[in-house]
């Protein structure tokens, strides 16, 4: 295979602009006031840096990244809207480029002689153009539109013209940024299948997207920018978990799931007040509620297969005979998924007084990808009076398990043939 893209390091600087003079009175007056002291520091900062890979032709890659790590600005140096700072940029064929919304359209033009315009700027010859053009107009759905003004277009119709263009204009290497992501549920399958037909031709395909399913569905490779510069470099799967976990463990549980007490302390005149997502008569109180992970620690997020382990501080301002623990957990969309407590389980608690912690381990979650919350509850024996009820209060996340992506939980179980 030949190599199609090529970054050797390539670096890209901006300067940020101060407001330009509108007139040539006040260009002039400026020569003679002084500079404020902010003026006189450098206010360049650098979007990438140190950038180099190679991609080869046929071959499909993904570039990944939070918002701000340079995604943009390399696509741009891509399509040659911007040239680097420093280093050396090659590309061996044509490009044609889905970035964003309406880019290379002109408003006052029709979607026709949009088409027309396009396939000019990519090299095409007015009759090759001609030749595409039902193809074009049938792939948009623009039949009844395509001879309207696109400033008339919906976001929509700008989406199905500019994909159409782009993959109908013969493309060596296809550049599909977040955009498609505005099109409805329909024309993104469309979209899927047409650029997986372009994978089959042989053309090269470069991604970014927020979407890491289509990351791993789509690409062989990824690319992971991480303030402005590679992190790593590999197979998508690969990175897609890496890059996940990552996220999750940037924004640390803390106060989001070791939360101290559920009432504000303005409720404190009024122990016993009722809410929709906490109730009970009070004679014990749940204090304090910590979801921990196998080192201990607080944690809000979790791996199918991990440990996860359930802190229950009470408060009991009476002696109570016989009490029963519980936890419910729910999945976002209200699926009760689990509702274990002490008296299924026959942990019998003689009685409780005062301040303790009541634990639930789980030594391997079987949940896969999703949001879930966590319910917990104090009652009597019977489970007739409740003393105290968070409904649904403490959120987690199940990070996203690539080797069983679908459904509720994995079932742990074994395959066998004879």
Request: hydrophobic residues 35%; proline residues 4%; negative net charge.
């Amino acid at each position: 295979m030949s190599t199609v893209v090529r970054f050797e390091n390539v670096s890209k600087k901006f300067s940020i602009q101060r407001t330009r003079p509108r007139f040539w009175q006040e260009r002039l007056f400026g020569m003679f006031k002084p500079k404020p002291a902010d003026e006189e520091t450098d206010k360049s900062f650098w979007v990438l840096r140190d950038i180099s890979f190679e991609i080869e032709q046929g071959e499909s890659i993904s570039f990944i990244g939070v918002n701000g790590a340079g995604k943009s600005t390399l696509l741009k140096l891509l399509t040659h809207i911007i040239r680097p700072t420093t280093g050396t940029i090659e590309i061996n064929g044509r490009i044609s480029a889905l970035l964003e919304l309406g880019t290379g359209f002109h408003p006052d033009l029709t979607g026709r002689e949009n088409i027309y315009l396009n396939g000019s700027i990519l090299g095409l010859k007015r009759t090759e153009i001609k030749r595409r053009m039902d193809a074009i107009i049938e792939f948009a759905e623009l039949a009844r539109f395509i001879d309207v003004p696109v400033r008339n277009y919906s976001s929509g119709m700008y989406v199905r013209l500019g994909f159409a263009v782009a993959i109908y204009t013969e493309p060596e290497i296809l550049i599909v940024d977040e955009v498609l992501a505005v099109g409805d549920v329909a024309f993104q399958r469309k979209c899927m299948d047409q650029i997986n037909a372009l994978k089959r031709r042989g053309v090269t395909i470069i991604l970014v997207t927020h979407a890491m399913g289509s990351v791993e569905d789509m690409c062989q490779r990824a690319v992971w920018l991480d303030k402005g510069r590679i992190r790593e470099i590999g197979p998508s799967e690969s990175i897609v978990r890496q890059y996940i976990w990552d996220s999750y463990e940037q924004n640390p549980a803390g106060s989001s799931v070791a939360t101290d007490h559920v009432d504000d302390e303005d409720d404190d005149e009024d122990e016993n007040k009722e809410s929709p997502k906490r109730w009970g008569s009070g004679e014990v109180t749940i204090e304090q509620v910590q979801l921990l992970g196998a080192d201990n620690q607080p944690r809000d997020y979790y791996k199918t297969g991990e440990s996860m382990t359930l802190a229950m501080h009470y408060q009991a301002k009476e002696r109570i005979e016989k009490p029963v623990f519980g936890i419910a957990i729910h999945r976002s969309d209200g699926t009760h998924v689990t509702g274990p407590n002490t008296k299924f389980a026959k942990y019998k608690i003689s009685h409780i007084e005062g301040n303790g912690v009541v634990y639930f381990t789980v030594p391997a979650l079987s949940l896969l990808e999703g949001t879930y919350y966590v319910t917990v509850v104090v009652c009597d024996d019977k489970t007739e009076q409740m003393f105290d009820y968070h409904d649904q209060l403490y959120p987690f996340q199940m990070v996203p398990w690539k080797d069983e992506p679908y459904g509720l939980l994995t079932l742990n179980g074994n395959w066998k043939i004879e």
